[in-house]
């Protein structure tokens, strides 16, 4: 529900003192305000956008009761869709069924008394007389007879106080009380007690139900008027919840019953005058919950929050997503620390860097509980007067959480949701110490810890938490992969942790077939699918990287399960109002709709909710420790051991550096050193040195990369540095030029040998500048300049291919891959001392045996 301030006059710096019911009423005469909602008996249209009542059936005026559906169009809207019947279909054949609502006018001939019947408008008196007109002969012309009759005095208005209606009977009770009067069997009005008495009954009266009607008469004044605005209020929201008329017309029974003066500060539950036993319960304290929280913006303002112990994000235009406005900071008890706490978050409110979500300031929050909790029990006189802190204070309290961190100790001031002490951990710990860091500089920074006398020490003295321990997330093993992908356990994810449809399996498949993240994926627009030139694709927003209307292609069996999902979300929208969105409500409708406060079907489900069903799914298959993102983690190690390359990784997953993608992709050392002797450019022997020979920068396919790993291992053999692909050498027969493989156009180096020429380089440049003189030097670069461009090309190649950081990580190659036959032979000692004074032949061993 939003708040509307901005009309208030005077200062709002404080509001807190100004009465409650003028500053309501001030809100209320806003030219913004419909004045409908100013009236003591507020009459919603049927077709209102937020309120509205009337049953769908076009020219029914019954009041709907479910589907938007009256009593009698409900039962028959259920035969229809057992039918298989459209819920359009359905509103077009319908028949309306026309109503009379008792009381709803005045007679046609006496205007000041009610009329009793609808289809004849006439009050009691003169619909009887007309009844004993048509029944005593022939049919007799209706208006002849009204033009004749003489009206009647009328009784006056109901004697109740909370009844609109004109009385009908003597006694000064409309036709609904009198009844009810007679049912009660109080006494009548003929004496003075009884007069007494036929008062007091009347006072304790409560209005009628009445279709479309919200009778506030009879209430205190403030709650009536915080109803009314609070009214206003949620018909402006953009994703207003269900309040109907019904629940709200209880609600203002249950206060009129209960002698409520004012909804705010009245106990969300409990027993109270909110909380009888009734079918409406849920949903009256539901509005009134939601009423009281909008008019905390209204009685205080930013001003008064920080004085009573809370700030409101709504003061500074901020709204967390699934989160409320209000963060109490009661829990601290020094009040210069709660202070301090308040300033700090709402420099962060009003910061253009403000968080997205509301953790930083639940951590916040957090570390000066637990800091102001361990000052009431170990500072001086309770930490409250902060001139007596401190260097020793705050490195006590540091310690004191690095003792509960290693131990795994309560905490002293959280409390978990079941009323037991959260456990401080390691993470916890750093948190706390940054966040109390951080709050503590800035007030210094700003001046603020000098107003309040807090010494320079004390900041200075509370220690950073530094960075924690990041793990990326490894891919799923093979069994996991398996079981999570098994069509019977997907059918349970639906049929049991989906109850409502919401399509939480069609999201695992999209992220499971595309690798994108949760969020991409939960945050679909309705045509978020299609087919161009004949490929399927699927364009979603790349919110964390800054891409938006991204296409990345997707299996044809995942774009079928997302079409249907998009057929179903349309016939649940149809369902809902009767016909097919219009272009502009389609553009903006979510493919997977929350079932909470989404009339229009724009607001997705949350991933709150996924990941709720996602673990639950989990648990359920005993699979152990395992979320939704070790997807993304899982395709990008498979796409790297396809053969892709880290800068195709990174563009396909949409990450904001190689750093990132590297963060994802889990590759074993051998697979890095295969994908690395993959890339090869001619050596400083050939005519182009430097030049790219296994393929270009662009991406492969897979058959492309498995011919090219094949072809790698059947043409070349290991070198000194490199591969040799003279096909004799390759097939085991003698080198013709000596093994002067440097100086061989049919010598090649691969990504793996980059760190063995780097060194090389750096040899050669050392001889360079020990020359004796300057032609010497020059003639040593010219021979080397080969060397020196083939080094180049490497590096732009394996830069090109977002491999330069693997290679330059890579040390040297294994001696197997240049001296296999030397590397598994062996000789014995004895025998290389005696060959080497000539005394006996040297017999070669088996590898690995005694030295």
């Not at 419909?34 to 937020?50: C, F, K, N, Q, T």
Request: glycine letters at 8%.
């Amino acid at each position: 529900m939003i708040t509307q301030l901005s009309l208030l006059p005077g200062d709002d710096r404080t509001r807190a003192g100004r009465d409650r019911l003028e500053l309501l009423t001030a809100l209320l005469a806003a030219p913004a305000v419909d004045p409908v909602y100013r009236a003591g008996v507020i009459e919603l249209p049927p077709d209102h956008p937020v309120y509205g009542w009337a049953c769908q059936v076009e020219g029914c005026q019954c009041a709907a009761q479910g589907w938007q559906l009256c009593v009698r169009h409900v039962g028959q809207w259920r035969d229809a869709r057992k039918s298989g019947i459209t819920r359009a279909d359905f509103l077009k054949a319908a028949v309306p069924r026309p109503v009379a609502r008792a009381g709803a006018g005045r007679c046609r001939i006496c205007p000041d008394r009610p009329a009793s019947s609808g289809l004849s408008s006439l009050c009691v008196t003169h619909h009887r007389r007309w009844l004993g007109v048509q029944s005593a002969g022939p049919a007799a012309d209706f208006s002849q007879w009204a033009a004749a009759q003489a009206p009647l005095a009328g009784h006056g208005s109901c004697r109740v106080p909370a009844c609109p209606l004109l009385a009908s009977t003597r006694i000064g009770l409309c036709r609904p009380h009198a009844q009810r009067y007679q049912r009660a069997g109080k006494p009548t009005s003929a004496t003075a007690a009884g007069q007494l008495a036929f008062r007091r009954w009347c006072s304790s009266q409560a209005p009628f139900y009445r279709a479309g009607t919200v009778n506030l008469l009879g209430l205190r004044p403030l709650v009536r008027a915080e109803i009314q605005w609070a009214m206003s209020a949620h018909a402006q929201a953009r994703s207003p919840s269900r309040w109907d008329y019904g629940a709200l017309q209880h609600l203002a029974i249950l206060c009129q019953a209960g002698d409520v003066t004012s909804l705010f500060g009245l106990p969300r539950r409990g027993p109270g005058p909110l909380a009888p036993p009734g079918r409406n319960d849920s949903r009256v304290a539901m509005i009134a919950y939601e009423i009281a929280e909008g008019l905390r913006c209204v009685y205080y303002s930013p001003c008064d929050s920080r004085d009573a112990g809370f700030i409101e994000t709504d003061h500074f235009g901020r709204r967390f997503s699934h989160a409320r406005s209000h963060f109490d900071l009661t829990a601290v008890s020094q009040r210069w620390l709660r202070d301090m706490l308040w300033d700090h978050l709402a420099g962060v409110l009003r910061s253009p860097r403000c968080p997205r979500s509301r953790s930083p300031f639940d951590y916040c929050r957090r570390a000066v509980i637990e800091l102001s909790a361990f000052l009431e029990s170990d500072g001086p006189q309770g930490g409250h007067d902060p001139a007596l802190l401190r260097q020793e204070h705050a490195q006590r309290f540091a310690a004191d959480q690095r003792h509960r961190a290693r131990h795994e100790l309560p905490a002293l001031g959280i409390f978990r949701s079941d009323g037991k002490p959260s456990t401080v951990t390691e993470d916890t710990r750093r948190v706390v110490f940054n966040q109390l860091h951080a709050m503590a500089y800035r007030a210094l920074e700003s001046g603020g810890s000098d107003s309040i006398g807090l010494h320079r020490d004390f900041i200075t003295a509370l220690p950073p938490g530094g960075n924690g321990l990041r793990r990326s997330r490894s891919p799923f093993s093979d069994v996991v992969a398996r079981a999570l992908a098994d069509e019977g356990n997907l059918s349970q994810l639906a049929a049991v942790h989906d109850p409502y449809d919401r399509g939480v399996r069609d999201a695992w498949e999209a992220i499971v077939c595309t690798g994108r993240r949760c969020g991409e994926v939960l945050t679909l627009r309705l045509d978020c699918i299609g087919r161009y030139r004949g490929l399927a694709m699927l364009w979603h927003d790349q919110t964390k990287v800054g891409n938006y209307n991204e296409a990345v292609r997707i299996p044809d069996a995942l774009y079928h399960r997302l079409d249907a999902r998009r057929e179903r979300t349309l016939a649940r929208f149809g369902e809902l109002h009767g016909r097919p969105p219009d272009a502009a409500e389609r553009a903006t409708m979510a493919l997977f709709p929350s079932n909470v406060r989404n009339r229009r079907g724009d607001r997705p489900i949350s991933y709150r909710k996924f990941n709720s069903a996602f673990k639950a799914w989990v648990g359920d298959l005993d699979l152990g420790p395992a979320v939704a993102h070790q997807a993304r983690h899982t395709l990008a190690t498979n796409l790297l051991r396809a053969g892709a390359s880290l800068a195709h990784i990174r563009r396909y997953l949409g990450q904001v550096s190689d750093r990132m993608a590297e963060h994802y992709i889990k590759v074993a050392h051998s697979d890095l050193e295969d994908i690395l002797l993959a890339v090869w450019v001619a050596g400083p022997g050939s005519a182009m040195p430097g030049e790219l020979l296994s393929g270009g920068l662009a991406p492969m396919s897979r058959e492309e990369a498995l011919a090219l790993a094949l072809d790698l291992s059947r043409r070349s053999t290991p070198a000194d540095g490199g591969f040799c692909t003279f096909q004799p050498v390759v097939d085991g027969g003698a080198c013709p030029w000596n093994l002067d493989c440097h100086n061989c156009d049919k010598f090649v180096l691969s990504g793996a040998d980059l760190l063995y020429w780097r060194r090389k380089q750096e040899q050669w440049r050392t001889i360079a500048e020990r020359a004796p003189d300057d032609a010497t030097a020059d003639y040593l670069h010219q021979v080397f300049e080969p060397t020196a461009r083939a080094i180049d090309g490497l590096e732009k190649a394996l830069g090109g291919l977002g491999l330069l950081d693997q290679a330059l990580a890579v040390d040297l190659r294994r001696p197997q891959d240049y001296f296999q036959r030397i590397w598994s032979t062996s000789f014995r000692a004895a025998d290389l001392a005696s060959a080497a004074d000539g005394q006996a032949s040297v017999r070669p061993g088996l590898a690995g045996g005694p030295a």
